[in-house]
């Protein structure tokens, strides 16, 4: 069994959801082929850092995240900060040959993906990215129903995340909503999460046709720091919003099918509504992380005329039994966290590259490079791989 040392840079939301997922993952997964040890984890903040030590079991915690990198007893790093840092981490991280997990995005622009694909596949490191809901086990599920034909010719999908993380005009303009800090808004936040359920449940796109916009135009600064939740005052000065609040798409998938997608942080009502509708000749499925735990299923030869039927998640979809026995007894987002970082730590003892890994997060910002060509355009636009040799 192999022994794999592990380094977080950015130890927020995320980089302790992964701290956890990996400190979680042996005792959910007996038959692994690897032993997670959690060595070193950078943060800026004092407090983050003495909580990853006394809370979380790292060995140590540093505050330049170049000595994560750096340390001769680090297997892999899990780049967790902000988007805009991920791109320099990264390189780095693979000029040191360390085996890499980034969060999405990896990067906040098409380029910066663009840099970071081609620093890691030159490095011949392994890598893997965020794009955890494909690991829900009813999205697996779907994914079963869609490749043994069951569901017969897939001719639509319909794709979207909608959230209200940005709905409120007076929360508070953090880099979040700042093309130079965060690289662009929803097509590089939410909806890389919605076309990449669409590449793994369908397959590629080869032409879209996109628009976009951005609804909140002004909001507070923030005085003294102060993420995208917290709010300031009428009457505060404001500053531009940079980055857009809404993209939507219609696509055609190199198979034929032809898509739907939207993503949008402003709009009001869908709390974190990241869904797929996928229509074929003999059936059809749908899914909404709201309600990940159920899946909408109809097969024309069993419920002809009938509607759809609700499938609940439960011990039959691996690995939701890992979690909880029986059925309807719900599994949460941090583990389907856990269940990623299980897999990721797989490929690693495996020395096998991992699916998905920067290469679909190549795959996405191609998809996304020809969105934003046709919201400029107002045309049709193919979807080009950016790769680079």
């Not at 599994?331 to 920067?358: K, V, Y």
Request: proline share 4%.
């Amino acid at each position: 069994m192999s022994t794999i040392r592990i380094g977080v840079i950015g130890f927020g939301w995320m980089g302790q959801a992964h701290s956890r997922g990996c400190r979680r993952a042996p005792s959910y997964f007996l038959d692994r082929d690897y032993e997670p040890e959690l060595v070193v984890v950078s943060d800026t903040v004092a407090a983050r850092r003495d909580d990853a030590v006394r809370s979380f079991g790292f060995q140590r915690a540093v505050t330049d995240w170049h000595e994560v990198i750096d340390a001769p007893d680090v297997d892999v790093v899990f780049v967790t900060a902000p988007n805009m840092l991920h791109v320099e981490m990264v390189e780095a991280a693979a000029a040191a040959g360390k085996n890499v997990f980034c969060e999405k995005p990896v990067g906040g622009t098409p380029r910066q993906t663009v840099v970071a694909e081609r620093a890691a596949r030159h490095a011949g490191i392994i890598t893997g990215v965020g794009y955890n809901y494909r690991w829900a086990p009813l999205v697996q599920y779907a994914k079963e129903l869609i490749d043994t034909g069951a569901l017969g010719t897939i001719t639509n999908y319909y794709g979207r995340f909608f959230s209200m993380y940005g709905s409120d005009p007076l929360g508070l303009l953090s880099w979040r909503f700042l093309v130079e800090q965060a690289g662009h808004g929803v097509s590089t936040d939410i909806l890389s999460h919605s076309v990449d359920l669409g590449h793994y449940l369908v397959g590629g796109i080869s032409k879209v046709l996109g628009t976009g916009e951005t609804f909140i135009k002004q909001r507070p600064l923030p005085t003294g720091g102060g993420t995208h939740y917290d709010r300031g005052k009428p009457g505060d000065p404001t500053g531009e919003v940079t980055n857009e609040d809404y993209i939507g798409m219609m696509c055609v998938f190199e198979n034929g099918a032809r898509g739907t997608f939207e993503a949008c942080r402003s709009m009001v009502g869908p709390e974190s509504q990241n869904s797929f509708e996928v229509y074929g000749t003999k059936g059809s499925v749908a899914w909404n992380f709201e309600k990940m735990n159920e899946l909408r299923v109809y097969i024309a030869a069993e419920h002809k005329h009938t509607g759809f039927t609700t499938v609940y998640g439960g011990d039959r979809f691996p690995p939701h039994g890992n979690f909880v026995p029986g059925s309807a007894n719900s599994i949460g987002f941090e583990d389907l966290i856990c269940i990623e970082d299980h897999e990721f730590l797989q490929s690693l003892a495996a020395g096998r590259q991992h699916t998905p890994g920067f290469t679909d997060a190549l795959r996405y910002v191609s998809v996304q490079d020809a969105v934003l060509r046709s919201w400029e355009s107002g045309h049709w636009e193919d979807v080009h791989s950016l790769k680079e040799d």
